[in-house]
């Protein structure tokens, strides 16, 4: 089963927070997202940009980089989550791509190894 885990940039501050989502609402009824992150027994909460939001996929790159919603892959592609499905938009000409081939490593983490399939 994989980690459920968030990122998201602060409203005020441009570093990537990590940690569990809390979506809440606001004195004006307004959506506020939260990144909530505990470290060495201390509760930090960051309210972010709801634009930055991004679930973590359960992948990791070949690199050993946690793979998130919203991140861009080798400078070509942007990761989204569409009918159930995480997918890769190639983000110089539109095409839409998923997924195609996974490896398991001796530690059992899913890995992708750059290799795509044309939807």
Known sequence: MREIKFRGIPLFGKELVYGSLIIDTNENGEKVYIIRRIE??????????????GQYTGLKDK???EIYEHMELDNQFEVSFNQGSYILTN?????I??????????????????????I
């Open 40 to 53: 060495s027994g201390k509760v930090s909460t960051f309210e972010v940009k709801e634009e930055t939001v």
């Open 63 to 65: 690199n050993d980089i």
């Open 91 to 95: 983000i110089s000409n539109g095409d």
């Open 97 to 118: 791509m998923t997924l195609h081939k996974y490896i398991k490593d001796k530690n059992g983490q899913v890995k992708i190894t750059r290799e795509y399939t044309k």
